[in-house]
C-alpha cells in the first residue's frame, strides 16, 4: 500500500500508517483529524495562562506584558499556572490511586472468604510485601497475612492521623526518606507557614491540592507545588506501588516470556476480543473464559477457530506481562483496531479510552463494551462488572464477542500482516532472577561502565508528536550510547512493536550494554509493564541506591515521558522528580507562562531533590543530554 506523507507524518509505525491510509482514502475520522480541526490551539491554555477556577472568570493573563498581568481576584502567572498544573496532579494520582483501591479491597474480600471467583496466585510475593511492612509471616496462614496487608494498605488510602504512608516508608529507600524530612523542614523555615512532603494518606493528598486550589486558599507556587510533589509521592510510592503489588499477589508476579506485538496479532480467522484501559481485574477473568472449552466450542459453532483475545494500551500491558497475551497496540491505534474491521468487541474499564470509540464502532460491526461502574460511554453497551461475579461477566462478554462473529463483513477486515517478537515481563523479581537473585551483576555492570546507566522511558502517544517516533529514536540512541532502557505504558508497547524488546536487538547497542545482553539473555530495552507499573521503576531505583548504600539521585538514571499526554504522566514525573531523578519530557507542558514555577521545576528542583524537569523536542538531543547527566553521576560516584 503507498502510503502517503500526512499519514508519514503522523505515525512512525508500518502497521498504524497502513490503517491511517486506509481511514484517509476511506475518510473514516480518527484523533488525527479532530486534532487537526482544533488548530490553532489557545496559546493562553498552553502557557498555563488561563483560569477558570471561579466565576469571575475565565480570566486570561497576557504573556506578553500588555494587558492584564492579574486575574480578577488578583492571581498572579504564576499562581494560575501552578494550580493549574497541581490539579493535574491530583488528576493523575487519583486515577493511578483508585486503581490501587480496587485490588487491595479484592484482596480482603479474597482473604475473608467473601469472594471465591478470584485466588492469591502469588503467596512468595505476599510473604514478601508483609516482610516490607514489618509484619511476622513465619507461623501466619496467608489468609490471616493478606487480610493484614490488605488493611495496612486500605488504611493508607484513608488515615487521617499524620503519620507517613507506611508503603511508603516501607518501600522508600532509607536515605530519600531522611533527605524528605529534611526538605519539609527546610522549605518550612524558609515559608511563612509548615510546608509537608511525605504524603500522610494518599486520598487526603489529593483532596488537600482540590481544596488549596479552591478560590482564595494558597496562592505560593513553592507551597502548590510542594502539595503536588506530596501527592504525587502517595502516588508513585503508595497507590501506585500497593496496585502493582496486590495485583501481583492476585494475579501472579509477571516473568519473563515472548509475546506478539502490533496489529497483526488481529486474527482473520478467529474472534477477535480487544481489551483496553487499565485494571486487569476484569481482564484476567476474560483471559481465562476466553481460552475455555466451552467457548472453544461456541466460538467454533459460530464458523471461527477460536477466540483471539488481545490487549490495547495499559490493560493490554498487564495480561501481556502475566501471561504473555498478544498486545494489538498502544494508545493512538485504539482507534485503528476498530478500523481492521476485524474486532467483534472491544472491552473497556478505565483511563486512556477514546469517547470517540462509540460512534466509530457503530461504522463497524465492533461492539463498544463500557464495563466499569466509572466510566460511561454514551453509545456504548454497558455491561457492568462486579468482582463478586466476575466469571459470568466475563462469559458475557466473550459470548457478545462469539455471537458478532456473523456479522464481521469479509469485505472492510484489513489486518496489516505486521507484528514483532518482544521478550516481556521484567518485573522487579523477573529482573533479579535474571541477574541471579541481586542487584550486584548489574551494579557491577553499572561500576565496570559496560552499561553507563539507566533511562526509563514511560507513558502515552500524543497526536502532536509522530506516534512512536520519539519513544523508538530515543530508546534507540540510548542503547547505543551502552544506556540500559527500561520503561512501561505506552512507550513499552512502541518499543515492543518496533522490535526493541528482542535479544538480537542488542546488536544496535553499544558493545558494553550488547555484551551485558548477550551474557544475560535479555534484551537491551526492558518492558516493566503498564502506567501504575511505573512504581516497579521506583523499588528498582530503590534496590540498587539501598544495596550500594546511597540515595536514588546519586544513581546513574534518568527518566523521559517524551510522547506525553495524560494527566497521569504529570503526576509520574513528579514523582520520580521528588525521587531523584532528572525527567526528560515533550511536548511542553503547560506551564511556560509562570516564570517562577519554571524556574521551580526546572533549576530548583536539582537542588531540593536532586532531580529536575527538562523539556526538550529532538530526541537526539534528549539522548545526549541524558547521556551527560548520567556521566556526571559517574563521575561523582568515582566511576
Ligand atoms: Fe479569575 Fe481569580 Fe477566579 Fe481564577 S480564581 S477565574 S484568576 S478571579
Ligand atoms: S495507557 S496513561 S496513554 S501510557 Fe497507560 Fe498509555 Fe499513557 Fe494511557
Known sequence: MKINETVKAQSADPASREILQLAAVQEIETVWNRLEKQQPQCGFGELGLCCRICMMGPCRIDPFGEGAQKGACGADADTIVTRHLVRMIAAGAAAHSDHGRRPALLLKEIAAGRNNEYQISDPKKLKAIAAKLGLETENCAIDELALQVADIALNDFGKQNEETLAFVKAYAPKKRLERWLKIAEDLSSLSEKTIGILPRGIDREIVDIMHRTHFGVDHSPLSLIAQGVRAAIGDGWGGSLIATEIQDVIFGTPQIREANANLGVLDEKQINLVIHGHEPVLSEKIVEIAASEK???????????????????????????RHGVPIAGNELQQELAVITGAVELISVDVQCIFPALAELCQCFHTHFVATSDQAAFPGSIHIQFEEDDANRCAEEIVTLAIENFANRKPEKVHIPEITNRAMVGFSVEAILSALGGTPEPLLDAIKSGAIKGVVGIVGCNNPKVTHDFYHIEL?????????????????????????????????????????VCNALKIPPCLHMGSCVDCSRMLVLA??????????????????????????????????FVASGVTVHLWPMPP??????????????AADVFGGAFFVEENPLKAADKMAEIINEKRRALGL
Open 295 to 321: 467457548m472453544l466450542a461456541l466460538a467454533q459453532k459460530h464458523g471461527a477457530t477460536g477466540v483471539n483475545v488481545v490487549g490495547m494500551c495499559c490493560s493490554g500491558n498487564e495480561i501481556l506481562m
Open 475 to 515: 530508546a534507540k540512541a540510548l542503547i547505543a550510547k551502552d544506556i540500559l532502557v527500561i520503561g512501561s505504558g505506552c512507550w513499552a508497547i512502541a518499543a515492543a512493536k518496533a522490535g526493541l524488546m528482542q535479544i538480537e536487538t542488542a546488536t544496535l547497542a553499544g558493545d558494553g550494554l550488547k555484551a
Open 542 to 575: 530503590g534496590a540498587l541506591a539501598d544495596t550500594l548504600g546511597v540515595d536514588i539521585d546519586d544513581l546513574p538514571l534518568v527518566g523521559s515521558a517524551p510522547e506525553w499526554l495524560t494527566e497521569k504522566a504529570v503526576s509520574i514525573g513528579t514523582y
Open 591 to 604: 506551564i511556560a507562562g509562570g516564570a517562577k514555577v519554571t524556574e521551580i521545576l526546572t533549576q530548583t
